[in-house]
C-alpha cells in the first residue's frame, strides 16, 4: 500500500535566499513530503510563482486574500486545515514580526493565525536586523509560543558583510522538518 504523503505548507518571504528555497522543496519532494507553497506579494518580486509551481507540481498561492477563487472554500482557513506543518523559510524580519504581533493582512499570516498545524521558521536576513533588539524580542515570544525556529547561520551576507544571517543549509532545513514529522 503507499504510504501517504504528509502536506507541507512552505511559506516563501522577500528575502533575497528564496533561491534556495527552490532546492528546499525539490528537496523536500524528494523525501516524500508533498509540498504547497504559499507566496507574500513581495517574494513574487524576487521569483515567479511558475517557479515553485513546476518544482512543487501544486498550485502556488500567490496571497491575495480577496483574489476570484475557484471554490467556495475560504483559502486560508482551508489550507490551515490541510497542512501537517507550516514552515516559512525564508521568513523576513517582517514576517516574524507580523505573526509575533498577530497581524493578519495577507494569506501566509492568516492562515498560520488560523492553523493548529506545528510552525518552523528558518529566518534570513542582514546580520543587524536580525541582532536587532526588536526581531530578537520577535523571535523568543514566537518560540514561547510553541514555533520551532531553525536558527540562521554565520556567513558572506547579500549586501556584502560577514554575520549571522544566512539562512540555514537546506539540509539543516530537511532534517528539522523530518525531526518534527
Ligand atoms: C533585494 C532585496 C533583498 C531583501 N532581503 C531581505 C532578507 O534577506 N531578509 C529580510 O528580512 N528582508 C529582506 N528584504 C526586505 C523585505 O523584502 C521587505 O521587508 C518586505 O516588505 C518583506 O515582505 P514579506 O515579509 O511580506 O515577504 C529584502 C529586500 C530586497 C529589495
Same mark, same amino acid.
Given at each position: ?5 504528509? !502536506?507541507?505548507?512552505?511559506? #516563501? ?10 532546492? %528546499? ?12 507553497? #504559499?507566496?507574500?506579494?513581495?517574494? @513574487?518580486?524576487? #521569483? ?16 491575495? %486574500?480577496?483574489?476570484? @477563487? ?14 501537517? %506543518? ?14 509575533? &504581533? ?5 494569506? +501566509? ?9 506545528? #510552525?518552523?521558521?528558518?529566518? &534570513? ?10 526581531? @530578537?524580542? !520577535? ?9 520551532? %525556529? ?5 556567513? +558572506?551576507? &547579500? ?8 539562512? &540555514? ?10 525531526? +518534527? +514529522?
Amino acid at each position: 500500500m503507499k504510504k501517504e504523503q504528509k !502536506n507541507i505548507i512552505l511559506g #516563501v518571504t522577500a528575502s533575497i535566499a528564496i533561491y534556495k528555497s527552490c532546492d %528546499l522543496v525539490r528537496k523536500l519532494r524528494e523525501r516524500g513530503f508533498a509540498v504547497t507553497v #504559499v507566496m507574500t506579494k513581495e517574494a @513574487q518580486e524576487l #521569483v515567479k510563482p511558475i517557479v515553485f509551481q513546476s518544482l512543487s507540481a501544486n498550485r502556488v498561492y500567490t496571497g491575495g %486574500l480577496f483574489d476570484a @477563487q475557484d471554490s467556495w472554500d475560504i483559502e486560508h482557513v482551508s489550507l490551515a486545515e490541510k497542512a501537517e %506543518l507550516i514552515l516559512i523559510a525564508p521568513a523576513t524580519a517582517n514576517i516574524i514580526a507580523k505573526l509575533a &504581533a498577530g497581524i493578519c493582512d495577507d494569506l +501566509l499570516s492568516c492562515l498560520v493565525c488560523a492553523s493548529t498545524a506545528k #510552525v518552523l521558521i528558518a529566518p &534570513a536576513m542582514n546580520a543587524n536586523m536580525y541582532k536587532n533588539k526588536i526581531t @530578537q524580542g !520577535n523571535i523568543a515570544k514566537l518560540k514561547a509560543c510553541g514555533y520551532g %525556529l531553525i536558527p540562521p547561520r554565520e556567513g +558572506l551576507l &547579500a549586501c556584502g558583510v560577514k554575520g549571522v544571517g544566512c539562512l &540555514a543549509e537546506v539540509e539543516t532545513i530537511v532534517a528539522a522538518v523530518k525531526k +518534527l +514529522l
